[in-house]
């Protein structure tokens, strides 16, 4: 997988990185990557591919037929799944998803459902963004915009997926977070993912941390 440098998506992931909206501060992240393999990622994907291949031989039909990437029994669908597992490790380098199987994702019925949630999700962050570029300048429309034009999100070639977070074991179970939410866009003719995600982080949690690392430290350093 090759990082793409996207020149319409350089103002909206520096802006979502980390955004205060009150409550709870936003962090996201929104990165492309060409679907070309290479070195280790190459040898990564032939290793899943034949796990998942070994899988489908004891797997029941009904288990397979289910799978949100498609048959496993094909080829086409296994790279999908290799693909997504790939953009994680990429993205999340400090955890290892390898052990994820078709079951961790969903695919989505479409970018309208998908353009609901994220917008019903990012409300207070369009305020942030209009208090920082003007009432000209609206988020989603300019999201969407950014989106479509890096990945074709309304082709058919297009398909969305989003992961559900094995929780003990992947930065989506960290403390403190109060919502979530990932996307995967995939175009199959432009061999192209596009992943955007965002976690909102609570206040409350974070200044009930800081008091607890000033107790601790205030008993390591306690005269006797």
Request: proline residues 4%.
């Amino acid at each position: 997988m090759k990082y793409l440098e996207c020149k319409p998506l350089e103002k909206l992931k520096a802006f979502v990185e980390n955004v205060d909206v009150g409550d709870y501060t936003v962090e996201g992240k929104m990165e492309a990557y060409s679907c070309k393999l290479a070195g280790t990622d190459k040898k990564l994907s032939r290793s899943l591919d034949q796990e998942v291949e070994a899988s489908v031989s004891v797997s029941p039909p009904r288990l397979l037929s289910a799978s949100p990437v498609g048959p496993l029994t094909e080829a086409g669908s296994r790279r999908t799944l290799i693909y997504l597992i790939l953009t994680l490790n990429h993205i999340y380098p400090d955890y290892d998803f390898s052990l994820l199987r078709a079951h961790n994702f969903s695919k989505e019925t479409g970018p309208e459902t998908v353009k609901g949630n994220v917008e019903t999700l990012l409300i207070e962050m369009a305020r942030a963004w209009i208090s920082e570029n003007g009432k000209d300048s609206a988020f989603t429309e300019s999201l969407w915009t950014a989106i479509d034009e890096v990945i074709s999100l309304y082709e058919s070639s297009t398909d969305i997926y989003s992961y559900n977070p094995e929780y003990e074991s992947d930065p989506f179970g960290e403390d403190g977070y109060i919502w979530s939410f990932n996307y995967f866009f995939y175009n199959k003719k432009m061999k192209r993912i596009l992943y955007f995600s965002c976690r909102a982080k609570s206040k409350v949690y974070e200044s009930s941390e800081e008091d607890v690392h000033e107790e601790e430290d205030g008993f390591w350093t306690m005269d006797i």
